[in-house]
C-alpha cells in the first residue's frame, strides 16, 4: 500500500477503476476533466484497473467510440470464483444498489463495485447518482483501500497528493 492523507490513498501509487460513465464528454467544461485524466494514465502518473464489468459494458454498440476505445486499451479484471466472505461482501453491495427496487437494473453497478473493492482498487471514479448518494455505506461494506469518487473529486485529492509531493522534494533539496 501506499501513503496515505486523510485515510485516502496516493493516486499515483494506487490503482484507479473507472465506471464507463466518468468519462463521459458533455461538449462543455467536463470534457477537460476527462482529456487531463486519460493524460494522467497516458503519462503513467495513474494506472487504470477495468472492472470486468465495465469492459463488458463498453462493448455495447451505444457506448461512444472514444470511450469504447479508452476501456478496451486497460487492464481488466476476470470473473473468479467468490469465497464465503466475497460471495456474502458482493450481496450486501448488490442490496444497497437495489434499495427497494425490484428489478436488477442496478446488479451491474454492484459489480462494478465489488470488482473494484475486490481487486484493491484506490479509487472508483464514477458520476452515478445512486453510487455516490450511497457512497459512504458501500465504502463501509467494501474496505479500504477503496475511496468512491466523482471525476472532479478524484482530480482534486490528485492535485492535493502532488502538491504534497512537490513540497517534500523541494525541503529534500533544501537540505541537500
Not at 464507463?20 to 464528454?25: H, S, V, Y
Not at 469492459?55 to 486497460?74: C, K, M
Not at 479500504?144 to 522534494?169: G, M, V
Request: proline residues 6%; aromatic residues 6%; contains cysteine.
Amino acid at each position: 500500500m501506499s501513503p496515505s492523507t486523510n485515510g485516502k490513498l496516493d493516486p499515483q501509487r494506487c490503482r484507479v477503476a473507472l465506471d464507463a460513465n466518468a468519462l463521459d464528454r458533455n461538449g462543455g467544461p467536463r470534457d477537460a476533466l476527462v482529456e487531463r485524466l486519460l493524460a494522467l494514465e497516458e503519462s503513467s502518473k495513474i494506472q487504470f484497473l477495468e472492472p470486468g464489468t465495465v469492459y463488458r459494458q463498453a462493448q455495447h454498440p451505444r457506448t461512444p467510440l472514444p470511450v469504447q476505445e479508452v476501456i478496451r486499451s486497460q487492464i481488466f479484471t476476470l470473473p473468479t470464483g467468490l469465497t464465503e466472505a466475497e460471495e456474502n461482501r458482493r450481496r450486501h453491495v448488490l442490496a444497497v444498489m437495489r434499495g427497494n427496487s425490484v428489478s436488477d437494473r442496478h446488479d451491474a453497478d454492484a459489480a462494478i463495485l465489488f470488482e473494484a473493492g475486490k481487486y484493491a482498487a484506490g479509487y472508483l471514479i464514477t458520476e452515478d447518482k445512486r453510487i455516490l448518494r450511497n457512497r459512504v455505506e458501500l465504502q463501509e461494506i467494501l474496505g479500504p483501500p477503496l475511496c468512491i469518487t466523482t471525476l472532479s473529486e478524484f482530480l482534486a485529492i490528485y492535485d492535493q497528493f502532488d502538491k504534497e509531493q512537490r513540497e517534500r522534494e523541494r525541503l529534500l533539496a533544501t537540505l541537500r
